[in-house]
T-cell receptor, first 111, second 117 residues
C-alpha cells in the first residue's frame, strides 16, 4: 500500500467551479503536510503547507484531519491557469526531511 | 535570483551505458535531495545530502546508482549500466535548512529526463 494515496482524476471542471481534492496517508507519525503543484513537464512547486487548524491562501483552502489521516485541498472560482497536477505530500519524522509524494490529481479547467 | 539548475535537461542512453546527471542547488542551501519521477507517478526519494555528507541513501534502487556532493554544493547522480527501467525524470531539490527544520521548503530544479533505449 502506497504511503500517500490520491484520486488521480482527471477532474474536468468549467471556469468558476469549486473543486476539492482528497488525500490519505498511512503513517500516523507523519509530521508535515503540503500541496505541491506540477505543470506538464515542469518541476513541482510548493502551493501551500497544510496546518492542523486548516489554512487558506486566496482561493485555496487546505485542511488536515490527523485522526483520519486525511488531507484536502479546495479550489474556489477555478481559473484556466489552475490546470495542473496537484501532489499531496507528507514528511515523516523517520524519513528525515525527504518528501513523500502521492501520484497526483490532474485538474483541467475549461472555458 | 538563480534557482536550482540541472544538466543535461534531456539524456538518451543506450542500455548498459553510464550516465552522470548534475545538480546546481541554490547558493548557500545546506540540504540537497535527489528524486526519481516515473511517468504518471509522483516523485520518489532517492538520496539526501547535508552539505557534503550523504545522510540518507535509502531510496537508491540499486548499487548501480551513486550520488556525490564533494564540496557541499554541486551534486552528481551517476547511474552505471543503465537499464530501461531507469527511464524517468530525475529531480534535484535544495533547501536552506538542515534536517532538523521540518517545514523548510524544498525548491526543485527542472529535472533531467533520462530515456534508456
Amino acid at each position: 500500500r502506497k504511503e500517500v494515496e490520491q484520486d488521480p482524476g482527471p477532474f474536468n471542471v468549467p471556469e468558476g467551479a469549486t473543486v476539492a481534492f482528497n488525500c490519505t496517508y498511512s503513517n500516523s507519525a507523519s509530521q508535515s503536510f503540503f500541496w505541491y503543484r506540477q505543470d506538464c513537464r515542469k518541476e513541482p512547486k510548493l502551493l501551500m503547507s497544510v496546518y492542523s487548524s486548516g489554512n487558506e491562501d486566496g482561493r485555496f483552502t487546505a485542511q488536515l484531519n490527523r485522526a483520519s489521516q486525511y488531507i484536502s485541498l479546495l479550489i474556489r472560482d477555478s481559473k484556466l491557469s489552475d490546470s495542473a497536477t496537484y501532489l499531496c505530500v507528507v514528511r515523516d519524522a523517520q524519513a528525515g526531511t525527504a518528501l513523500i509524494f502521492g501520484k497526483g490529481t490532474t485538474l483541467s479547467v475549461s472555458s | 535570483g538563480a534557482g536550482v539548475s540541472q544538466s543535461p535537461r534531456y539524456k538518451v542512453a543506450k542500455r548498459g551505458q553510464d550516465v552522470a546527471l548534475r545538480c546546481d542547488p541554490i547558493s548557500g542551501h545546506v540540504s540537497l535531495f535527489w528524486y526519481q519521477q516515473a511517468l504518471g507517478q509522483g516523485p520518489e526519494f532517492l538520496t539526501y545530502f547535508q552539505n557534503e555528507a550523504q545522510l540518507d541513501k535509502s531510496g537508491l534502487p540499486s548499487d548501480r546508482f551513486f550520488a556525490e556532493r564533494p564540496e557541499g554544493s554541486v551534486s552528481t547522480l551517476k547511474i552505471q549500466r543503465t537499464q530501461q527501467e531507469d527511464s524517468a525524470v530525475y529531480l534535484c531539490a535544495s533547501s536552506r535548512d538542515s534536517r532538523v527544520s521540518a517545514r523548510s521548503e524544498q525548491f526543485f530544479g527542472p529535472g533531467t529526463r533520462l530515456t534508456v533505449l
